[in-house]
C-alpha cells in the first residue's frame, strides 16, 4: 500500500453521466488548493470514469475529458467516488467498476465516496461490516440495499480505514479537509479553508443537520423566536416559568402548546440546545468538562454526563477524544 508519506499523491476523482457536480468539483478544489501551499506539491489529481470522456452531471453541467479506468495509474493514493441520480448509480452498478474497486481496494491508501457515492462502495461489498455514512435522505434506502454496512446516518463523515465515506455534497469538502490536514498539516489544511472561506474543521461525527434547527422550522412564528432565543444562549434561565412568561402564556398553555407544536417538551428542547452547545465547545476548546457544562447552561458536571449517556450513549470524555481539536487524524 502507498505510504501516507509519499511526497505527490495521486488522487482519483470518480464520475458517471448522473453525478452531482458539487461532489467532485469541492474536492477537486480543497486538493488544488492545497498545492498552492504545500511544497513539493502534494496532490495530482484525475478526473476518471469508467470508460473516460465527458461526463455529463445530473444538473446538466458539463465535466471535461476524464480517464478511464485503464489508464489510472497503478499507484492512486486515494478514489473517491461522488454521489448522483438513481439513474447513474444504477449505471455505475452495471459499468465494471465494482470488480475495479475490488481490485484496487487492496493497492489504495484511502477509498471513499460523497454523498450517494457510498452506495456504489457498499454494492462492491468492501464496506460490509464497516462503519459508513451517506446523505441522510437516503440513509433509509441504504439500510434496506445493504444491511450487513454499520451506518451511521447523523454524521458528516466516517473513518473506518481504508474505506472514508461523507454525507451530502458539501460534506465532501470536510472530508477532504481532513485528508489534506493528515498529508500536509494543519497549516496547509487552515490556509485551504482560509483561502476557500470554509470551516477549517467540522468533525465527522458533527451531525449532518441540526435537530434544534429542525424543531425551529417545524414550529409557529409564534414560538420560533423563542426557540431561536433558546438555541443562541442555552445557558441562561431556560425554566418552565421563565420561557412561559417570555412566551406571554401560562405555564400549563405553553407547555401544551409547545409539545403540539414541536412535538417534544420544553425542558427536551432545552436539554437538546445545551446538549448541542456542549459539543461545540468540546470539538473546539480544551476548557475542563465543568467549565464547558456550565457554559452549557448544565446545573452540574453530573447533569452533562447524564444528558450525553441520554442523547449521545457517549461520555463528554469519549466525545472529545473522538471528536476534539486533538483527536487523531485520518
Given at each position: 500500500?502507498?505510504?501516507?508519506?509519499?511526497?505527490?499523491?495521486?488522487?482519483?476523482?470518480?464520475?458517471?453521466?448522473?453525478?452531482?457536480?458539487?461532489?467532485?468539483?469541492?474536492?477537486?478544489?480543497?486538493?488544488?488548493?492545497?498545492?498552492?501551499?504545500?511544497?513539493?506539491?502534494?496532490?495530482?489529481?484525475?478526473?476518471?470514469?469508467?470508460?473516460?470522456?465527458?461526463?455529463?452531471s445530473?444538473?446538466?453541467?458539463?465535466?471535461?475529458?476524464?480517464?478511464?479506468?485503464?489508464?489510472?495509474?497503478?499507484?492512486?493514493?486515494?478514489?473517491l467516488?461522488?454521489?448522483?441520480?438513481?439513474v447513474?448509480?444504477?449505471?455505475?452498478?452495471?459499468?465494471?467498476?465494482?470488480?475495479?474497486?475490488?481490485?484496487?481496494?487492496?493497492?489504495?491508501?484511502?477509498?471513499?465516496?460523497?454523498?450517494?457515492?457510498?452506495?456504489?462502495?457498499?454494492?462492491?461489498?468492501?464496506?460490509?461490516?464497516?462503519?459508513?455514512?451517506?446523505?441522510?435522505?437516503?440513509?433509509?434506502?441504504?439500510?434496506?440495499?445493504?444491511?450487513?454496512?454499520?451506518?451511521?446516518?447523523?454524521?458528516?463523515?466516517?473513518?473506518?480505514?481504508?474505506?472514508y465515506?461523507?454525507?451530502?455534497?458539501?460534506?465532501?469538502?470536510?472530508?477532504?479537509?481532513?485528508?489534506?490536514?493528515?498529508?500536509?498539516?494543519?497549516?496547509?489544511?487552515?490556509?485551504?479553508?482560509?483561502?476557500?472561506?470554509l470551516?477549517?474543521?467540522?468533525?465527522?461525527?458533527?451531525?449532518?443537520?441540526?435537530?434544534?434547527?429542525?424543531?425551529?422550522?417545524?414550529?409557529?412564528?409564534?414560538?420560533?423566536?423563542?426557540?431561536?432565543?433558546?438555541?443562541?444562549?442555552?445557558?441562561?434561565?431556560?425554566?418552565?416559568?421563565?420561557?412561559?412568561?417570555?412566551?406571554?402564556?401560562?405555564?400549563?398553555?405553553?407547555?401544551?402548546?409547545?409539545?403540539?407544536?414541536?412535538?417534544?417538551t420544553?425542558?427536551?428542547?432545552?436539554?437538546?440546545?445545551?446538549?448541542?452547545?456542549?459539543?461545540?465547545?468540546?470539538?473546539?476548546?480544551?476548557?475542563?468538562?465543568?467549565?464547558?457544562?456550565?457554559?452549557?447552561?448544565?446545573?452540574?458536571?453530573?447533569?452533562?454526563?447524564?444528558?450525553?449517556?441520554?442523547?449521545?450513549?457517549?461520555?463528554?470524555?469519549?466525545?472529545?477524544?473522538?471528536?476534539?481539536?486533538?483527536?487523531?487524524g485520518?
Open positions: 500500500m502507498p505510504s501516507p508519506h509519499r511526497l505527490t499523491r495521486k488522487i482519483a476523482l470518480v464520475g458517471y453521466d448522473g453525478v452531482q457536480a458539487l461532489d467532485l468539483v469541492g474536492p477537486w478544489e480543497v486538493f488544488s488548493m492545497a498545492n498552492n501551499y504545500g511544497a513539493p506539491i502534494p496532490y495530482e489529481v484525475v478526473l476518471a470514469s469508467p470508460d473516460g470522456g465527458e461526463i455529463l445530473n444538473s446538466r453541467f458539463r465535466l471535461g475529458d476524464s480517464t478511464p479506468f485503464a489508464d489510472l495509474p497503478d499507484d492512486l493514493d486515494t478514489i467516488i461522488g454521489g448522483g441520480d438513481e447513474g448509480l444504477l449505471a455505475m452498478r452495471e459499468s465494471g467498476i465494482l470488480d475495479w474497486l475490488r481490485l484496487r481496494a487492496d493497492s489504495t491508501r484511502r477509498v471513499g465516496s460523497v454523498c450517494s457515492g457510498a452506495f456504489v462502495l457498499a454494492a462492491s461489498g468492501l464496506l460490509d461490516g464497516r462503519r459508513a455514512t451517506t446523505h441522510w435522505e437516503v440513509c433509509d434506502t441504504m439500510r434496506a440495499f445493504r444491511p450487513q454496512v454499520r451506518l451511521e446516518p447523523d454524521a458528516i463523515f466516517v473513518a473506518d480505514p481504508p474505506f465515506t461523507s454525507a451530502g455534497v458539501t460534506a465532501g469538502i470536510d472530508l477532504c479537509l481532513s485528508f489534506v490536514e493528515a498529508d500536509c498539516g494543519p497549516a496547509v489544511a487552515l490556509a485551504v479553508a482560509r483561502n476557500l472561506v470551516f477549517m474543521r467540522r468533525p465527522g461525527g458533527q451531525t449532518q443537520y441540526s435537530a434544534s434547527l429542525n424543531i425551529q422550522a417545524a414550529a409557529t412564528p409564534k414560538l420560533r423566536t423563542l426557540i431561536a432565543e433558546i438555541s443562541a444562549d442555552p445557558s441562561g434561565d431556560q425554566s418552565l416559568p421563565a420561557l412561559a412568561a417570555r412566551a406571554g402564556m401560562t405555564e400549563r398553555t405553553f407547555s401544551r402548546v409547545f409539545q403540539k407544536d414541536t412535538g417534544t420544553p425542558a427536551a428542547f432545552v436539554e437538546l440546545a445545551r446538549v448541542d452547545r456542549a459539543k461545540a465547545l468540546l470539538e473546539t476548546s480544551d476548557w475542563p468538562l465543568a467549565r464547558v457544562a456550565e457554559r452549557a447552561g448544565f446545573g452540574s458536571l453530573d447533569a452533562l454526563h447524564r444528558a450525553f449517556l441520554r442523547r449521545l450513549n457517549a461520555t463528554p470524555g469519549e466525545y472529545r477524544q473522538r471528536f476534539g481539536a486533538a483527536a487523531p485520518v
